[in-house]
């Protein structure tokens, strides 16, 4: 595979930045100082390199089998979006949906909304390698390298400060020497940053946006990830094969985990408190139990894995595989690879947004980003059927049979005949959501003005692709169904339990009750 960085013939491709959880870059050495300190320009060993590595025997669990290439099952490549030059990290922020992008060599990150596109760019440090997302106050930090991994120009070692709400840089903090990853606590405001010629940790406090502490770990510690739900730091140490783990609460190394060869990215599950790590001159994944710091498991992906990232809706990792332009996907319940996707060239970093399962892949020698959507199988049925709502016996109902936009969705007597405006069909589209279809007009059930406040008033509406359109059929113990929507997570609902005819549906926050009777529906 030839770079785009250097002449074929001066080097082998160089090392890769990549996201995790915390969605940070990552590092590497020349390959021949490895253990030796820092090297003047980061970059990937040879494939044949890698490749020999794979034969060597592993300390931990065997090897699960890597399964063929190909785009399988409920993976979807949505789009491709073409970023910056050199993208080599991403984040996402689930609340909006918006996806950022380090675009390397230009000194950029791109922010994409969603599918549709690049919405902004924001220009950074030099060098910018690592990126991650602070959702709680709409924070985006991006770490910029010291090396540009072509020359031996010193670039900076800072972190960039952006508000997410406005696309402005709003401070920059020096770091440690070559700031190669990032990461994001949101419960405490914290990010963690790796300065891989340090071997060391920076912490920043996100309400002073200063540094408050540096943490020694290991030799070049190229990724970190955080569980919020422990206020833990898990920082990969490429140089010592290892995995620091950091108590945020006091600052210290509290353990240090054995892992595979060359370990170059860490991503997070805290619903399950399991760390996935990827080795990248293995072809392999470590997965940590966070409650022992203990490695469970040791999964084959595909070949130069310099990436991790986890959605905890769905307990699934997907893995970035350099060599093979592949993404590995792996069950989080069953530690198995379970699809393989093909991407674009040089798949360096990988971020998810669990709230609409949806994977951005950056490819680095296509200067764009692969979107990949997750349709799981649903059980819902097919078809158009009638909703009843479940409390009052009603069917949900297009005011007047009309087959205008905005029309009222009420409640009313089920007919028998002549149903049609009663007559529902989802189709799903992405991440387990899809549209409600009435049989009558052919038009979408969505929210009034696309609002995201309880009580919001439910209408028809042309079909037009917005999240605001989109419904997830959630199975209850009943038999019986809730609706969620996706853009403002709310669900259908009946207001105040109403068993009256003609009263019009709205939205609101759905209840831990798995029952819930007012937002509650049959099929029929």
Sequence with gaps: MTSNHAPASAMPPPGKQATTTGLPGRGGTAPDTHGTGPAPWRRRRAAAAALAMLAVPLAVTALTAIPAAATTGPYADAATIGVGNDPYAVAVDPSTHTAYVANSYDGTVSVINGVSGVTATIGVGTNPDAVAVDPSTDTVYVANDRTDRVSTYQGEDTVSVINGATGKVTATIGVGSAAVAVAVDPSTDTAYVTNEYDGTVSVINGATNTVTATIGVGGLPDAVAVDPSTDTAYVANKDNNTVSVINGATGKVTATIGVGIDPYAVAVDPSTDTA?????????????????????????????????????SEQTAYVANAYDNTVSVISGTTNTVTATIGVGRDPDAVGVDPSTDTAYVTNEEDNTVSVITYNPPSSYPSGYHQLVAHFSGLCVDVYGARTSNNTAINQYTCKTTGQANQEWRWNPVSGGYGELQNQNSGKDLVVLNASTAAGAKIIQY?????????????????????F??????????????STSPAVQLDQQPCPVDPVGLEQTFDTR
Aim: hydrophobic share 30%; proline share 7%.
């Design 276 to 312: 996935y790590v990827t080795n990248e001159n293995d072809g392999t994944v470590s997965v940590i139990n966070g409650a022992t710091n203990t490695v469970t498991a040791t999964i084959g992906v595909g070949t130069l894995p310099v990436d991790v990232a986890e959605d905890p």
């Design 462 to 482: 042309d079909q037009n692709g917005t999240t605001n359109g989109l419904w997830k059929p959630i199975a209850l113990p009943t038999g019986s169904w809730r």
């Design 484 to 497: 969620q929507n996706e853009n403002s997570g709310q669900c259908l609902d009946v207001p105040g339990y």
